[in-house]
């Protein structure tokens, strides 16, 4: 079954129409400039924008318009009002049967895309040899909202985990393992402490020539292929991805083995992508090194800003991986959408390496967008570090988040047992540190506050999820007194109100997909939810004075149940029964 178009829609292509009609084809798609409004259910603000446009009164245009409106099936009389907006509001019978098709519906209204563009989402992006820590969050938490929305949305999404894991840095770790006795039999080959292994090497790389002239020596040999090089690199990545997939784990991100396609992989692609960037007169030499200047981007003198694409010493860089990826991913995986979750400091760098890209052919039938996002700061407006003044490790913010919300949930439901507490615990503390990263505008820097991101009032996961299950008790007491869900009747205030909030989901998940904006979505659940209270507040459900209301207020309550449990997964955010 296809799902029944949000009213929003409708109302728009029956105003597109209009105009058309009232105006010509030339007008054919003119946006009618369709918004939410306290006068009505929704205001149509066209007129202010032809009156200047066509030489007449936007009032005479609204007229007009209204005059060649064929919508009395879906809305009440429009009514102009001041210099020439035109006043909408949807006939209750209407409204009743949109939520009706949209409770059927298992995708709640949101259509699935035809022909979706195949899109890759490249996100988290964590180093080899180091623990994940806080600056690992937003890129892996808003990366997998996204590829959640664009697959529920119908997209084909392969996601990658674009892991660092080559480069110089790897010849001082392996040489400092070597030191150790990694390379011996009988040695046991676990990395306790990944940091710790890094750190000791690069202390030893600053203070000690001889170790520096072998760490070089030994890139050389992993470069080249070296096979006691290549196995202890291997046994440091996988050691490293086994901790990777852990907090993945932990964190409910949707990140596999599968989904790895680190540096490395691409290392035999550097030529070749050398080559054809050479071949196409897009690179130059430069002091010794092979540059591009793509066009528009200069230093602070005026002069064109180079981007290395091969070093002086005939090493690659990342602008020189980054490209050999675009290249592969659009000339032989066929991808279409290129979608970078990374954070703001790099920038620039996209930017210069999408431009060259584009002068190269990669992405003239595909498109690359940086998803960029803004840094975690502490109560002191700085980067958040421990109280020590250290990284903070993303598995123990994790865990503290878990601690931290189960003497919340205690408090809330003291009568769950003991297993289901630790669930709702972990679901609620995991949660609310997702949701505080995703209800930011993603551009933006934002103060991570355990007491504010806990809170069961505001913005929060935890307002969210108790939303949720409080909903699921209500309805829990209905089916015990034998009452479930019928039909749907729109007539009080607070039921219009909820009944707008619920059509919108869809409408939501476009802005989302089109957008990349994963805080769209929070502020609409946010508002559903708020739109919920107000509802149950004024409107009676398990108290209905008849049958009819209360079996419709059931249904109400049921549907936005799922709504919010639904928006909360495209989020990677659990929605608990019981609270």
């Known amino acids: 079954m296809r799902p029944m178009p949000d009213p929003a829609t409708v109302l728009t292509e029956r105003l597109e129409a209009a105009i058309t009609a009232a105006f010509g084809p030339e007008l054919a798609g003119t946006d009618p400039v369709l918004r939410r409004s306290d006068h009505a259910d929704f205001q149509a603000n066209a007129a202010m924008a032809l009156g200047k446009r066509l030489g007449h009164k936007p009032r005479e245009i609204a007229e007009r318009i209204v005059e060649h409106l064929d919508a009395s099936d879906i809305v009440e009389e429009p009514v102009i009002a001041g210099p020439g907006f035109i006043n909408l509001v949807f006939r209750s019978s209407y409204l009743g049967h949109a939520l009706e098709a949209e409770a059927a519906d298992p995708r709640f209204g949101v259509p699935r895309v035809e022909n979706g563009e195949p899109t890759m989402v490249e996100y988290s992006a964590p180093n080899v040899a180091k623990e994940m820590h806080v600056g690992h969050l937003r890129s892996s938490v808003i990366g997998d909202a996204l590829a959640r929305t664009l697959t529920f949305a119908g997209y084909p999404v392969l996601r990658q985990n674009h892991l660092g894991d080559w480069g110089t840095q790897f010849g001082m770790l392996i040489e400092h393992l070597v030191d150790l006795g990694w390379a011996e039999p009988g040695h046991d080959h676990t990395i306790a402490d990944l940091n710790a292994l890094y750190q000791e090497a690069q202390t030893k790389f600053a203070g000690d020539d001889g170790f520096k002239t072998r760490a070089r020596d030994r890139v050389v040999a992993l470069q080249s292929g070296d096979a006691t090089t290549l196995a202890l690199w291997l046994e440091l990545t996988e050691e490293s991805k086994r901790h990777f997939v852990r907090v993945y784990a932990k964190l409910g991100v949707l990140l596999h083995g599968d989904d790895i396609r680190g540096e490395s992989f691409y290392n035999d692609e550097l030529a070749a992508t050398v080559a054809e960037l050479e071949a196409k007169g897009l690179i130059t030499m430069n002091d010794g090194a092979l540059c591009a200047f793509p066009p528009g981007f200069t230093n602070r003198d005026g002069e064109p800003l180079p981007l290395i694409v091969r070093k002086s010493d005939g090493g690659y860089g990342y602008a020189s991986t980054d490209l050999a990826a675009i290249r592969f991913r659009t000339q032989v995986l066929g991808l279409a959408r290129l979608v970078y979750v990374v954070d703001a400091r790099q920038s620039q760098h ?61 408090d809330k439901g003291p009568d769950l047992d003991a297993e289901t507490r630790a669930a709702v615990a972990r679901a609620v503390g995991i949660g609310a540190i997702k949701y505080a990263d995703l209800a930011s505008d993603r551009v933006k820097d934002y103060v991570f506050d355990w007491d504010r991101l806990l809170a069961m009032d505001g913005n929060t996961a935890p307002y969210l999820q108790y939303a949720h299950a409080r909903i699921r008790s209500i309805l829990r007491r209905a089916a015990a007194d034998g009452f479930g869900p019928g039909p749907i009747h729109v007539e009080a205030p607070q039921e219009r109100a909820l009944a707008l909030a619920l059509v919108a989901f869809s409408e939501t998940v476009a802005q989302v997909v089109e957008t990349l904006q994963p805080h769209r979505l929070c502020t609409y659940l946010f508002d559903l939810a708020s739109t919920f209270s107000g509802f149950y507040e004024h409107c009676p459900v398990l108290r209905a004075d008849t049958e009819r209301e209360r079996a419709s207020r059931v249904a109400l309550a049921e549907l936005t149940a799922r709504v919010i449990a639904q928006g909360l997964d495209l989020l990677g955010i659990e929605a608990p029964d019981q609270m």
Do not use: N
């Open 350 to 410: 996209f930017a210069m390496v999408f431009a060259i890209a584009q002068q190269a052919g990669w992405l003239v039938d595909a498109r690359a967008e940086h998803v960029a996002f803004g840094t975690v700061l502490g109560s002191d407006g700085k980067p958040f570090k421990t109280r020590s003044g250290e990284t903070v490790k993303l598995v123990d913010l994790l865990d503290e988040g878990i601690e931290r919300a189960a003497a919340f949930v205690a």
